[in-house]
C-alpha cells in the first residue's frame, strides 16, 4: 500500500474499517518483527483501557499519535453489543442485543461480542509529526486526549508524536 493511498482512505469518511485498519496498520509500521505478519489495527477501545488502567494502573503513554494526523474523524470504541445465547454475567441475564460498557474478560462473553458505540472527534488534519511541546498540539487533538482521560479514567503522561527517541510530548 503506497502512503498516499493510506492518506486517502484515512481522509475518506465513508472507508469501510477494513481499510482504515489496513492503513493504520501501513502508517504505523504495525507488522511482526520476526514475522512480519500483520498485526490487527482498529480504534482505541475505552472499555479495554478501562480494564488496563483497573490491572495496571491509571497512568499511560500514548503512543504514535502523529498516525491520526491525517484523519477527518477519530472515533473511540464506548460500548460492545452482546451477540451470544442468554448467560448469567455479573449478576444479572446477558441477552442477544444488550449493550456491556465493561470489558467482560470471560471468552464465552468476548467470543460473541461486536463494536457498540462510538465516540467520534473531528480531526486536526495537520501534523503533529515531531512536535515535543504540548502548547503546539492542535485544539482538537488536546480536547480528545482529555476526553479519553475523562472517560477512561486514566492519566496521560506522554504523548510520542514519531519514530525517533525524542519526538515526545510530557503532559
Known amino acids: 500500500m503506497r502512503p498516499q493511498s493510506c492518506m486517502d482512505i484515512m481522509r475518506d469518511e465513508n472507508s469501510s474499517k477494513e481499510d482504515v485498519g489496513k492503513a493504520i496498520r501501513h502508517l504505523a509500521g504495525e507488522f511482526g518483527t520476526t514475522t512480519g505478519r500483520a498485526r490487527r489495527t482498529g480504534w482505541l477501545d475505552l472499555p479495554i483501557l478501562k480494564y488496563c488502567r483497573d490491572i495496571n494502573g491509571p497512568d499511560f503513554i500514548i503512543t504514535k499519535f502523529d498516525i491520526l494526523d491525517s484523519m477527518k474523524k477519530i472515533r473511540l470504541l464506548k460500548s460492545y453489543v452482546y451477540n451470544g445465547k442468554d448467560i448469567f ?54 480536547e480528545m486526549l482529555q476526553k479519553i482521560e475523562k472517560i477512561a479514567g486514566i492519566n496521560i503522561g506522554f504523548v510520542s508524536t514519531g519514530p525517533n527517541r525524542e519526538d515526545v510530548i510530557k503532559m
Open 89 to 142: 454475567y455479573d449478576g444479572q441475564i446477558l441477552r442477544k442485543g444488550d449493550i456491556i460498557e465493561e470489558f467482560p474478560a470471560e471468552r464465552q462473553i468476548l467470543e460473541n461480542l461486536s463494536a457498540g458505540e462510538f465516540i467520534e472527534f473531528d480531526g486536526w488534519m495537520t501534523s503533529t509529526r515531531g512536535l515535543q511541546e504540548k502548547d503546539m498540539l492542535p485544539k482538537k487533538a488536546i
